[in-house]
């Protein structure tokens, strides 16, 4: 099984809503990432976990909250979001290559 | 500081030629150079890993060179048919400590191969 399965696949929230991203895996990885993605840019890290363990916040705000349950699953809670956090969020997990998740599309509104 | 440079951004090409992509990186020793192809509004897919003591690396129509020297990669696509249009990034990860959990994407060539 080499997928990542993300959902939902897309989301529309206020700016005062509460809202979570999910992300499972089942390939024994034991590196995942949250990146997020702009319109006709690269895919830019947010956030490293390594076994289960946050490694590494690339500065994010904190209305975006990870959380690794365990080495199959990976959240993104978000909270009091703005328009301009708007994008799609992608989930990778990786041994070596990565493999990527078809993202979840958010829309804040 | 650390950048990774692919060239164009964007590629047009005839179906059948062979389309060549450019990956330039500075102020990285990379381990390894990898190169996806990300479709609209889809995650990236693993396409090649080159590694740093590898000269050149195959996969069917795809071809990947990587020169640690001049710093670059190249991503060749032979007999390129109109489904092979996407964006191509490559990536790199760096070798120890922190960053070797790092995968940074160059910003991506979108090729269009016309029928």
């Known amino acids: 099984d080499t997928e990542v399965t993300q959902t939902p696949k897309h989301l529309v929230m206020g700016m005062t809503n509460k809202k979570s991203l999910k992300c499972e895996q089942h390939?024994?990885?034991?590196?995942m990432y949250w990146y997020k993605q702009k319109a006709k840019k690269p895919p830019e890290l947010m956030f490293v976990?390594?076994?289960?363990?946050?490694?590494i916040n690339e500065s994010v705000p904190s209305r975006f909250s990870p959380e690794c349950p365990n080495s199959s699953l990976l959240n993104l809670h978000l909270h009091a979001l703005q328009p301009e956090d708007s994008a799609l969020y992608l989930c990778?997990?990786?041994?070596?290559?990565?493999?990527f998740g078809q993202g979840t599309r958010l829309t804040v509104v | 500081s650390q950048k990774i440079e692919q060239n164009s951004e964007a590629l047009n090409i005839q179906e059948g030629k062979t389309a060549t992509l450019t990956c330039n990186y500075t102020?990285?020793?990379?381990?390894?150079l990898q190169w996806y192809r990300q479709d609209p509004g889809r995650g990236p897919v693993f396409l090649l890993l080159?590694?740093?003591?590898?000269k050149e690396k195959r996969k069917e129509r795809l071809k990947v060179t990587f020169d640690t020297t001049l710093k670059q990669s190249l991503f060749h696509i032979t007999a390129s048919q109109p489904a092979d249009s996407a964006t191509y990034l490559c990536?790199?990860?760096?070798?120890?400590?922190?960053?070797?959990?790092?995968?940074?994407f160059g910003k991506g060539t979108l090729l269009t191969v016309n029928p």
């Open positions: 990778a997990s990786q041994n070596t290559e990565a493999f």
């Open positions: 390939m024994g990885h034991r590196a």
């Open positions: 976990y390594s076994y289960e363990k946050l490694s």
């Open positions: 102020n990285y020793s990379p381990a390894y």
């Open positions: 080159i590694r740093e003591n590898e």
């Open positions: 990536a790199l990860k760096g070798l120890g400590g922190g960053s070797n959990y790092k995968l940074t």
